[in-house]
């Protein structure tokens, strides 16, 4: 059992760059992949990015690729998410997760996660 907390979210212009992190407490961190899902007002919770326990692979959504960069440090507990370039469609609020299984397959998938952090908001003004 793992316990996650998000920080890092705030009001910004477009353009302007935020870095979330995640600190996570109980379990073995290192034996869990990661994700960041993002959840805007009056849409479902969507897939963000994925990383694996090791850190060496990594899957973006095509609507962040290229300008999100997600890395982990396991002998810290933390995942973070640099998010550069932000326009306003990026308003949501962040979420970070750990993986049920050891397996990377469907990573993009809300239910393959069985711990979620409360969530940091994100706006973004044009």
């Known amino acids: 059992q793992v316990q996650l907390v998000e920080s890092g979210g705030g009001l910004v212009q477009a353009g302007a760059s935020l870095r979330l992190s995640c600190a996570a407490s109980?379990?073995?961190?290192?034996?869990?992949?990661m994700a960041w899902f993002r959840q805007a007002p009056g849409k479902e919770r969507e897939f963000v990015v994925f990383i694996s326990r090791t850190g060496l692979s990594t899957y973006y959504a095509e609507s962040v690729k290229d300008r999100f960069t997600i890395s982990r440090d396991n002998a810290k507990n933390t995942v973070s998410l640099q998010m550069n370039s932000l326009k306003p469609e990026d308003t949501a609020v962040y979420y970070c997760a750990a993986k049920t299984y050891i397996t990377n397959s469907n990573y993009y998938k809300l239910t393959e996660y069985a711990y979620w952090g409360q969530g940091t908001q994100v706006t973004v003004s044009s």
């Open positions: 109980g379990g073995t961190f290192s034996s869990y992949p």
